[in-house]
């Protein structure tokens, strides 16, 4: 019996309708949209001008054809920028999920003035709904002393929050922390206690093997973002 049919009674079915169905994945590429994000590719947009290529609706007196879902975008992201706590409240009322940290910075000297910022920022996002997650996030190591880099790292062991820095973004910074440390940046964070485990680090697209086997040695994650 075929019973998807608006024949009379008693007339004979000869077909049965079917169905294919078409699952495409789209890709994107990540870039830093604050300084070049020509270098990305929106996956959303690739599969907007896919869908508006096709034909849809009636395509023979047998076949049509339809979009049925389109699903993409952001669920989970890691940001470091100012005003966090206003950031979550933007997140939870989004309904995404993200890791929030206001960017630390020591090197004009106001050391005392950025820990309690820190402080503060932590205590309003533990305040915050189940999908914000807080982190600390000293900015770099050019911008964050020896001393705020040491404490961030213990403090986020004590606090069990994240931390996530820039780090070997450019060349320059490389050969800068040779000459003023002796050492690779990883290298240089390693010696500090800062390198340890649910650590992002932002960039690294100068880091070179040792530091890159170092980094997995601590458990910690390397997000790459070229410039």
Same mark, same amino acid.
């Given at each position: 019996?075929?019973?998807? #049919? ?27 949209? %604050? ?14 001008? /896919? ?16 979009? %049925? =879902?389109?699903?993409? %975008? ?11 706590? /206003? ?56 911008? /964050? ?46 010696? =500090?206690?800062? =390198?340890?485990? %649910?650590?992002?680090?932002? #960039? ?11 980094? @997995?040695?601590?458990?910690?994650? @390397? ?5």
């Amino acid at each position: 019996f075929v019973y998807d #049919h608006a024949a009379a009674i008693g007339e004979i079915i000869t077909q049965a309708p079917s169905q294919y169905t078409i699952e495409a994945t789209f890709h994107g590429h990540p870039a830093h949209s %604050g300084i070049a994000p020509q270098q990305g590719r929106s996956a959303i947009a690739a599969a907007a001008r /896919a869908i508006a290529e096709m034909r849809l609706g009636r395509i023979d007196d047998e076949t049509t054809a339809n979009v %049925g =879902l389109i699903r993409g %975008g952001t669920a989970r992201f890691w940001d470091m920028y100012w005003h966090p706590g /206003a950031t979550a409240r933007a997140v939870e009322d989004a309904g995404l999920r993200a890791t929030i940290g206001g960017p630390l910075f020591d090197a004009e000297g106001n050391d005392e003035e950025t820990r309690r910022t820190a402080l503060a920022d932590l205590d309003e996002l533990a305040g915050t709904g189940p999908r914000i997650d807080a982190a600390l996030a000293p900015h770099s190591i050019y911008t /964050a002393s020896e001393g705020l880099l040491r404490w961030t790292a213990e403090l986020a062991t004590e606090r069990d929050v994240a931390t996530h820095i820039h780090l070997s973004e450019t060349e320059k910074e490389v050969s800068d922390c040779l000459e003023l440390h002796g050492a690779r940046p990883a290298h240089y964070l390693d010696r =500090l206690g800062a =390198l340890r485990e %649910g650590t992002v680090l932002a #960039h690294g697209v100068w880091l070179d093997e040792s530091e890159l086997e170092l980094i @997995v040695t601590r458990g910690c994650t @390397v997000v790459a973002v070229r410039l």
